[in-house]
């Protein structure tokens, strides 16, 4: 049973255009939330990571929103480019935990 | 990158076929972890490690067993592989610090026929 409910599947952007995926949660006993970031062929790459301490953080032109009281949390991918067309996963660790869980997962495609 | 290497990168095998995957490690890491992944399903874990003979669960172990004898090595079998069973394999590793990130090997793709 998956904890984190990802959307959308997939998704079509235009090259500068802004990305938006949203992941939400229940249990609230989580204390880290990274997104990954995986090309076809590799495997998924830490991208940017929040905690629940936390409402945004910023490293580049990726952004993690928080909103720890809806229990979502979302990534903005800003002025997307062609190079960041890959398949985006939320996950969640709980507390005292050393597991994750993961989203279905995002395909971006960034049209030039 | 993090020095992690899965072996075999591709397998074709047929149903009843014991199979095993295996997931080496370069950067004395404490955690590994075992993931298959599948379309509509992101990465759900099978089992993982939390140091040399400790192993436990994931979400989806049934069918699987694992084996960490030495703590760069960690390995998965099929006892008897299954068409369900095919999937692309991760194995993960971790250092068990304050936020634990994961760090991904490049998968296994396995198909059984």
């Known amino acids: 049973q998956q904890q984190v409910k990802q959307s959308p599947q997939s998704l079509i952007v235009q090259k500068g255009g802004i990305s938006i995926i949203n992941c939400a949660y229940e249990n609230t006993a989580f204390d880290y939330f990274p997104w990954y970031q995986q090309f076809p062929g590799k495997g998924p790459a830490l991208l940017i990571a929040i905690r629940p301490d936390v409402s945004e953080k910023k490293e580049g032109r990726f952004t993690i929103s928080f909103n720890k009281s809806a229990k979502q949390f979302s990534l903005h991918i800003m002025d997307s480019q062609p190079g960041d067309s890959a398949t985006y996963f939320c996950a969640l660790k709980g507390v005292g935990d050393y597991k994750l869980s993961f989203g279905a997962g995002t395909t971006v495609t960034v049209r030039a | 990158d993090a020095g992690i290497t899965q072996s075999p990168r591709h397998k074709v095998t047929e149903t009843g076929t014991p199979v095993t995957l295996r997931c080496h490690q370069t950067?004395?890491?404490?955690?590994m972890y075992w993931y298959r992944q599948d379309p509509g399903h992101g990465l759900r874990l099978i089992h993982y490690s939390y140091g040399v003979k400790d192993t436990d669960k994931g979400e989806v172990s049934d069918g699987y067993s694992v084996s960490r004898s030495k703590t760069e090595d960690f390995l998965l079998t099929l006892e008897s592989a299954t068409s369900s069973q095919t999937s692309v394999y991760f194995c993960?590793?971790?250092?068990?610090?304050?936020?634990?990130?994961?760090?991904f090997g490049d998968g296994t793709r396995l198909s059984i026929l």
């Open positions: 950067e004395n890491h404490r955690y």
């Open positions: 993960a590793i971790s250092d068990g610090g304050r936020l634990q990130p994961q760090h």
